[in-house]
């Protein structure tokens, strides 16, 4: 049963943008916070961003000013908005989800060209 389902990856040039969403089904309840982690070819994967049901939000220090992590409650729906995309962007971006346990979802591509 698939519980995450992103959408919203492709391939932009460096200093495009791309709007990720990640909607949770509604078989996950009391979702304490949700966010974005990506992995590089060949790296570990990485935190990008968090928001909590409070709305507080953190960040990688590198994609600070550049993305911005938003959370629609009522669709149980987190996005990532990124703006001045650069090709070390490149990823495997996966959401996740904290609620009774630790959800991920399969993971959508983000290409930045040079």
């Known amino acids: 049963q698939v519980q995450l389902v992103e959408s919203g990856g492709g391939l932009v040039q460096a200093g495009g943008s791309l709007r990720l969403s990640c909607a949770a089904s509604?078989?996950?309840?009391?979702?304490?916070?949700m966010g974005w982690y990506r992995q590089a070819p060949g790296k570990q994967r990485e935190f990008v961003a968090t928001?909590?049901?409070?709305?507080?939000?953190n960040y990688l220090d590198s994609v600070k000013g550049r993305f911005t992590i938003a959370r629609d409650k009522v669709k149980n729906t987190v996005y990532l908005q990124m703006n001045s995309l650069k090709p070390e962007d490149t990823a495997v971006y996966y959401c996740?989800?904290?609620?009774?346990?630790?959800?991920w979802g399969q993971g959508t591509q983000v290409t930045v060209s040079s």
């Open positions: 996740n989800a904290v609620a009774q346990r630790l959800y």
């Open positions: 928001i909590t049901s409070g709305g507080s939000t």
């Open positions: 509604s078989s996950i309840f009391s979702i304490n916070a």
